[in-house]
Protein backbone atom coordinates (compact mmCIF):
# COMPACT_ATOMS: atom_id res chain seq x y z
CA UNK A 1 0.00 0.00 0.00
CA UNK A 2 1.15 3.36 -1.19
CA UNK A 3 2.31 5.84 1.85
CA UNK A 4 -0.44 8.50 1.10
CA UNK A 5 -2.79 5.49 1.12
CA UNK A 6 -2.29 5.20 4.53
CA UNK A 7 -1.88 8.57 5.31
CA UNK A 8 -5.04 8.63 4.36
CA UNK A 9 -6.90 5.49 5.86
CA UNK A 10 -5.43 6.81 9.31
CA UNK A 11 -7.21 9.90 8.82
CA UNK A 12 -10.74 8.53 7.53
CA UNK A 13 -10.17 6.49 11.13
CA UNK A 14 -9.49 9.10 13.26
CA UNK A 15 -12.23 11.10 11.70
CA UNK A 16 -14.53 7.72 12.51
CA UNK A 17 -12.99 7.29 16.14
CA UNK A 18 -13.68 11.39 17.07
CA UNK A 19 -17.28 11.23 15.47
CA UNK A 20 -18.59 8.06 16.94
CA UNK A 21 -16.98 9.63 20.31
CA UNK A 22 -18.85 13.05 19.61
CA UNK A 23 -21.92 10.74 19.19
CA UNK A 24 -21.58 9.20 22.56
CA UNK A 25 -21.31 12.28 23.94
CA UNK A 26 -24.22 14.21 22.00
CA UNK A 27 -26.62 11.31 22.31
CA UNK A 28 -26.04 10.72 26.28
CA UNK A 29 -28.07 13.05 26.83
CA UNK A 30 -31.41 11.73 28.09
CA UNK A 31 -34.47 12.65 30.74
CA UNK A 32 -35.19 11.38 34.25
CA UNK A 33 -37.79 8.72 33.90
CA UNK A 34 -41.32 10.28 34.42
CA UNK A 35 -42.20 7.80 36.93
CA UNK A 36 -40.57 7.12 40.27
CA UNK A 37 -37.84 3.91 40.35
CA UNK A 38 -36.51 2.08 43.33
CA UNK A 39 -33.60 3.81 43.51
CA UNK A 40 -30.78 6.45 41.73
CA UNK A 41 -27.19 4.88 41.12
CA UNK A 42 -24.46 7.33 40.48
CA UNK A 43 -21.36 5.81 38.32
CA UNK A 44 -18.19 6.84 40.68
CA UNK A 45 -15.23 8.19 38.91
CA UNK A 46 -12.06 10.10 39.96
CA UNK A 47 -11.12 11.32 43.28
CA UNK A 48 -8.44 14.40 43.39
CA UNK A 49 -5.81 14.59 45.32
CA UNK A 50 -6.85 15.05 49.38
CA UNK A 51 -10.34 13.51 49.02
CA UNK A 52 -11.98 15.62 46.69
CA UNK A 53 -14.02 14.82 44.08
CA UNK A 54 -13.20 15.29 40.42
CA UNK A 55 -15.01 17.57 38.09
CA UNK A 56 -16.80 14.49 36.76
CA UNK A 57 -17.66 12.60 40.16
CA UNK A 58 -19.46 16.08 41.52
CA UNK A 59 -21.24 16.60 37.85
CA UNK A 60 -22.28 12.57 38.64
CA UNK A 61 -23.19 13.30 42.37
CA UNK A 62 -24.88 16.72 42.08
CA UNK A 63 -27.22 15.50 39.42
CA UNK A 64 -27.98 12.27 41.33
CA UNK A 65 -28.75 14.11 45.05
CA UNK A 66 -31.04 16.52 42.61
CA UNK A 67 -32.86 13.32 41.23
CA UNK A 68 -33.12 11.91 45.21
CA UNK A 69 -34.26 15.38 45.93
CA UNK A 70 -37.07 15.64 43.10
CA UNK A 71 -38.48 12.03 44.19
CA UNK A 72 -37.25 10.37 41.63
CA UNK A 73 -36.18 7.61 43.85
CA UNK A 74 -36.22 6.86 47.84
CA UNK A 75 -32.65 5.41 47.62
CA UNK A 76 -29.73 6.77 46.35
CA UNK A 77 -26.34 4.49 45.54
CA UNK A 78 -22.69 5.84 44.99
CA UNK A 79 -20.25 3.00 43.50
CA UNK A 80 -16.56 3.47 42.97
CA UNK A 81 -13.63 1.83 44.75
CA UNK A 82 -10.40 3.48 45.66
CA UNK A 83 -8.15 4.66 43.15
CA UNK A 84 -5.13 6.77 42.93
CA UNK A 85 -6.27 8.96 45.58
CA UNK A 86 -8.41 8.11 48.96
CA UNK A 87 -11.29 7.47 50.10
CA UNK A 88 -12.75 5.35 47.51
CA UNK A 89 -15.52 7.14 45.17
CA UNK A 90 -18.85 6.39 46.62
CA UNK A 91 -17.64 7.80 50.14
CA UNK A 92 -16.26 11.09 48.57
CA UNK A 93 -19.66 11.07 46.38
CA UNK A 94 -21.93 9.88 49.41
CA UNK A 95 -20.16 13.07 51.62
CA UNK A 96 -21.13 15.76 49.18
CA UNK A 97 -24.70 13.83 49.20
CA UNK A 98 -24.93 14.37 53.18
CA UNK A 99 -23.61 18.23 53.16
CA UNK A 100 -26.04 18.54 50.36
CA UNK A 101 -29.35 17.10 53.04
CA UNK A 102 -29.83 13.69 51.78
CA UNK A 103 -30.25 11.91 55.11
CA UNK A 104 -27.92 8.83 55.37
CA UNK A 105 -30.32 6.28 55.81
CA UNK A 106 -31.02 6.93 51.65
CA UNK A 107 -27.65 6.28 51.11
CA UNK A 108 -25.69 3.02 50.06
CA UNK A 109 -21.99 2.80 49.24
CA UNK A 110 -20.75 0.47 47.21
CA UNK A 111 -16.56 1.08 47.23
CA UNK A 112 -15.42 -2.09 45.73
CA UNK A 113 -15.62 -1.62 41.78
CA UNK A 114 -13.19 -0.86 39.72
CA UNK A 115 -14.84 -0.72 36.51
CA UNK A 116 -18.29 -0.01 35.17
CA UNK A 117 -18.85 -3.92 35.32
CA UNK A 118 -18.00 -4.54 39.14
CA UNK A 119 -20.36 -0.89 39.58
CA UNK A 120 -23.11 -2.46 38.30
CA UNK A 121 -22.40 -6.16 39.41
CA UNK A 122 -21.74 -4.86 43.26
CA UNK A 123 -25.14 -2.21 43.13
CA UNK A 124 -26.97 -5.12 42.34
CA UNK A 125 -25.81 -7.22 45.16
CA UNK A 126 -25.72 -4.16 47.97
CA UNK A 127 -28.94 -2.59 46.77
CA UNK A 128 -32.32 -5.10 46.70
CA UNK A 129 -33.62 -3.19 43.31
CA UNK A 130 -35.17 -3.69 39.93
CA UNK A 131 -35.65 -0.36 38.85
CA UNK A 132 -33.11 2.34 38.23
CA UNK A 133 -31.29 5.36 36.96
CA UNK A 134 -27.79 5.33 36.66
CA UNK A 135 -26.18 8.85 36.33
CA UNK A 136 -23.08 9.31 34.43
CA UNK A 137 -21.27 11.44 32.27
CA UNK A 138 -23.34 11.83 28.47
CA UNK A 139 -20.48 10.22 27.12
CA UNK A 140 -20.60 6.91 28.94
CA UNK A 141 -24.36 6.23 28.47
CA UNK A 142 -24.71 4.05 25.75
CA UNK A 143 -22.37 1.39 27.83
CA UNK A 144 -23.86 2.01 31.02
CA UNK A 145 -27.23 1.03 30.27
CA UNK A 146 -26.36 -1.94 28.47
CA UNK A 147 -24.24 -3.36 31.43
CA UNK A 148 -26.46 -2.55 34.15
CA UNK A 149 -29.25 -3.97 32.56
CA UNK A 150 -27.44 -7.35 32.49
CA UNK A 151 -28.32 -6.72 36.70
CA UNK A 152 -31.25 -4.66 37.27
CA UNK A 153 -34.92 -5.09 35.71
CA UNK A 154 -35.62 -1.42 34.38
CA UNK A 155 -32.20 0.61 33.50
CA UNK A 156 -32.97 4.42 32.63
CA UNK A 157 -29.71 6.51 32.44
CA UNK A 158 -29.40 10.31 33.20
CA UNK A 159 -26.13 12.13 31.10
CA UNK A 160 -24.25 14.22 32.64
CA UNK A 161 -21.77 17.03 31.05
CA UNK A 162 -18.29 17.12 32.99
CA UNK A 163 -16.12 20.65 31.50
CA UNK A 164 -14.48 19.60 28.01
CA UNK A 165 -10.90 18.53 28.07
CA UNK A 166 -12.68 15.98 29.93
CA UNK A 167 -15.25 14.91 27.99
CA UNK A 168 -13.17 14.83 24.59
CA UNK A 169 -10.51 12.46 26.45
CA UNK A 170 -13.35 10.48 28.07
CA UNK A 171 -15.30 9.94 25.19
CA UNK A 172 -12.49 8.68 22.95
CA UNK A 173 -11.86 6.32 25.39
CA UNK A 174 -15.04 4.69 25.86
CA UNK A 175 -15.07 4.00 22.05
CA UNK A 176 -12.33 2.01 22.85
CA UNK A 177 -14.25 0.45 25.87
CA UNK A 178 -17.43 0.09 23.72
CA UNK A 179 -15.05 -2.66 21.53
CA UNK A 180 -13.35 -3.81 24.62
CA UNK A 181 -16.51 -4.70 26.16
CA UNK A 182 -18.29 -5.88 22.96
CA UNK A 183 -15.67 -8.17 22.13
CA UNK A 184 -15.77 -9.91 25.72
CA UNK A 185 -19.77 -10.37 25.32
CA UNK A 186 -20.37 -7.78 28.21
CA UNK A 187 -22.88 -5.29 26.06
Request: net charge negative.
Amino acid sequence: MKPKHLVGLAVAGGLFWSGTALSLDVLGHADPPVAAVDAVVVAGCRVDPGGVPSDCLAARTDRGIALFQDGVAPLLVFTGGVGENPPSEAEVAAMRAIEAGVPESAIRIENRSTSTEENARFAAELADVRHIVVVSDAWHTHRVARVFDRYFETVDTVGVDSPLQYRAYGAHREVLAIVYYAMRGRL
